[in-house]
């Protein structure tokens, strides 16, 4: 009798996949498109088209190719990474709250910029962006560390408070450094709010291979997730290798949420938001899910880009500011509509 | 009153009538253990007059004692210490109202006792607001500030402080209006024919995004002292803590912690889940909401009076569980973790370092190195 159930509900769970993931993939071509026409100089879709297939170098070619196809292009990388890096981070740890800023990716970023700006006199965003690597990859180095001592490798309840014990000490020293000095808070308080103005391809570019190394490891532990989320006895029975999937999972986590830290400044919510939208929508399987979050995620924030773009024109809003606004609503009806699943 | 060491298994039969029953199963209990080496858990003491039984962990009491006695002695140092050094029995001199204390006691009643007692007070409130949600939810990561009741709070004197350039009073109007406006907004767009514990984070996770991103933009708004000062407040802060302030605020904790206390037995059944707590008679959604109340109303009192001080209700909870290497969540020896840490780091704050911090910034640096150094050590004792 529940075989004959399971066999029911297992095709329209498919077209429902399906159907969910061409629906997101047909959202995220049209936010493309209205990142690269919106703009405090509106360039009608036609013209968009036309400027693509066609790079003349002046008027509306020129704002595209050199302002709006760069930008849209960071806000994908972003919006790629901060999912995936939630994504797994969920996975791993098996806690819905749980976000990519929990290793302390966000507060090694932060420390070292406070640092660069107290210390070394920096002033901007490209200056930042080794500084806010290095912070992240140190910082997690750490919490990995403690979260690991002892005997049986990471056990993930250890590595998730050291993470958040951890960040809030550095964010802690960060706000004391800031209430010290008023001119490093002066720059603080523009990059704590995360944005991506002015943000092109001289900041994109480095920061990408880290990126791409990062899906393609996330990529390969998706399906021995699955078997983790059974908990670590079956999934040990069942042949997974778990000592090696957390340390994977930490690297792609690190490269990820560190690499879009370091373009964006802490862009918060969307790893934490989209990985409970794709769950929903693909159910509990982890492949899947990596699906869905590689599509919804880049949407979410160019869909935020657009609205702070648009709102108060001609200045504009931070996406980092912007994001909770056009995503918490949307997470809010989605969580009243639905019998909510865990994880 | 006999106190005994016993098990935990004979400790489940709670009734006088059958006391004398459940010693002998005790000590068969304890035989057995003997030939067999099985651990039936902490050693515990048990108190049984008439119809009342009580049972309390050894190690538990003795953490919750030390503890008590530490809060007690940071605050009397606070009391003694500052610009104006006092001996303790001056400061006993000014506590009883001795006529000959002269200016001590102005020094002691009106300067600093309602700071002292106030950091104490509203430390505990913080931990035991922080340990019901762990508590209910069982996540390590729940806590009120993650909820969005402190970041309300914030938002609610950040409009003060950036809009309206108000006075100390409106800010602790706004704080407190805040808090309590959060609270019942999430608990508006949670409620679906009954408040469901996951629904519930999710929702609070999603309006203090929204929060935490409007009070972002104020501060990139605002002018730039005017932006310190509200950082500074945001971070946490006794120093405007006055005697009405302490009445106030102070009395509100305390009341609600006595409420809470009482419920210590019901949260303890809700751990195991909704149905075996149905099963051991506790009525599960009245005393999940009356919880979640007074766990809220604890935090928006204490945040529009001292600021949202963070990361207190997420460490002294775990703190507490290692302290008293308990299995699960327990609300008072959170709370005097919280007091201890709170009042503790005001001392700090207040003597120890070369220049004035926020109390917020202090706290969560001793208590965030001090959990950390409990988990490593946690680890080498497995």
Redesign the interface.
């Known amino acids: 009798m529940k075989i004959a159930v399971a066999h029911d509900t297992a095709a329209p769970l498919t077209r429902r996949r399906v159907v969910g993931l061409l629906a997101a993939l047909a959202l995220l071509a049209a936010l493309v498109l209205a990142s690269i026409a919106v703009g405090s100089r509106a360039v009608p879709l036609t013209a968009v088209v036309d400027a693509l297939i066609h790079d003349t170098g002046e008027g509306d070619s020129y704002v595209v190719w050199s302002l709006r196809v760069p930008r849209t292009a960071v806000l994908l990388a972003v919006g790629i990474a901060l999912g995936v890096a939630g994504m797994l981070i969920q996975a791993l740890t098996r806690n819905p709250l749980a976000d990519p800023g929990i290793l302390g990716v966000n507060a090694g970023a932060a420390l070292f910029v406070a640092l660069g700006i107290a210390v070394f006199g920096l002033t901007s965003p490209g200056q930042y962006l080794w500084f806010s690597f290095a912070g992240a990859l140190l910082v997690t180095v750490v919490v990995y560390v403690i979260g690991s001592a002892g005997r049986g490798g990471v056990d993930p309840i250890q590595l998730t408070l050291a993470g958040v014990t951890l960040g809030a000490i550095l964010y802690a020293v960060v706000s004391a450094m800031m209430l010290l000095d008023p001119r490093a808070f002066e720059q603080m308080r523009n990059w704590n709010a995360g944005s991506v103005v002015s943000r092109g391809w001289e900041v994109l570019l480095p920061v990408l291979p880290f990126l791409a190394a990062g899906i393609l490891l996330a990529m390969a532990v998706a399906g021995p997730l699955n078997a983790i989320a059974l908990g670590d006895d079956l999934a040990k029975s069942l042949g997974a290798n778990i000592g090696r999937t957390r340390v994977i999972v930490v690297v792609a986590v690190t490269l990820l949420a560190g690499g879009a830290t370091a373009i964006a400044g802490p862009i918060g919510f969307v790893g934490l938001m989209v990985p409970h939208v794709a769950r929903w929508i693909v159910g509990p399987d982890q492949r899947w899910i990596l699906g869905a979050t590689l599509l919804l995620a880049p949407a979410l924030l160019l869909a935020a880009d657009v609205v702070g773009r648009t709102v108060i024109r001609p200045g504009e809003l931070p996406v980092g500011i912007v994001m909770a606004f056009v995503g918490a609503p949307i997470l809010i009806v989605l969580v009243r509509r639905r019998k909510a699943a865990g994880l | 009153m006999t106190a005994e060491p016993t098990t935990a298994e004979s400790a489940a039969e709670g009734s006088a009538a059958k006391g004398s029953a459940a010693k002998g199963s005790a000590a068969k209990g304890s035989t057995a253990a003997r030939s067999t080496t099985v651990e039936f858990g902490h050693r515990a003491w048990v108190v049984r007059r008439s119809r009342l039984a009580l049972r309390w962990q050894a190690r538990t009491v003795i953490v919750c004692v030390a503890l008590a006695v530490l809060t007690l002695a940071a605050t009397t140092a606070a009391l003694a210490l500052g610009d104006y050094p006092l001996t303790l029995p001056e400061v006993w001199a000014a506590l009883t109202g001795d006529p000959g204390a002269g200016f001590s006691s102005i020094v002691v009643l009106e300067w600093r006792l309602p700071r002292a007692v106030a950091a104490a007070v509203f430390g505990a409130g913080l931990g035991a607001a922080g340990a019901v949600f762990q508590s209910l939810t069982r996540?390590?990561?729940?806590s009120p500030d993650?909820i969005g009741i402190s970041t309300g709070s914030y938002s609610g004197a950040l409009i003060v402080i950036v809009l309206v350039q108000g006075t100390y009073l409106q800010l602790t109007a706004g704080a407190l209006a805040g808090g309590a406006a959060t609270a019942a907004i999430i608990y508006l767009?949670?409620w679906?024919g009954g408040v469901q514990g996951?629904?519930l984070?999710?929702?609070g996770?999603?309006?203090s995004?929204?929060l935490?991103?409007f009070n972002?933009?104020l501060?990139?708004t605002a002018k730039?002292e005017v932006?310190?000062a509200a950082?500074?407040w945001g971070?946490g802060s006794l120093g405007r803590i006055g005697w009405q302030e302490m009445l106030v605020g102070g009395g509100t904790v305390l009341v609600l912690l006595v409420v809470l206390a009482a419920f210590g037995r019901p949260m303890r059944q809700l751990e195991l889940g909704d149905d075996a707590a149905h099963a051991t008679g506790t009525r599960a959604e009245p005393v999940r909401l009356a919880v979640i109340a007074i766990a809220v109303a604890l935090t928006a009192v204490v945040s529009s009076a001292a600021g949202p001080i963070?990361?207190i209700a997420?460490?002294a909870p775990?703190i507490a569980r290692r302290l008293c290497r308990t299995p699960g969540i327990s609300v008072v020896p959170a709370a005097l973790t919280g007091a201890v840490l709170l009042a503790g780091a005001e001392l700090a704050a207040l003597h120890l370092l070369p220049?004035a911090?926020?109390v917020?910034?202090?706290t969560?640096?001793l208590g965030?190195?001090y959990?950390?150094w409990l988990?490593?050590h946690e680890?080498?004792r497995?």
């Open positions: 996540n390590a990561l729940a993650i767009l949670a679906r996951f629904r984070i999710i929702v996770i999603a309006v995004a929204m935490t991103s972002t933009w501060m990139l730039l932006a310190l950082s500074a971070a963070a990361f997420l460490a775990q220049v911090l926020p917020g910034v202090v969560v640096v965030g190195g959990l950390l988990i490593v680890v080498r497995r």
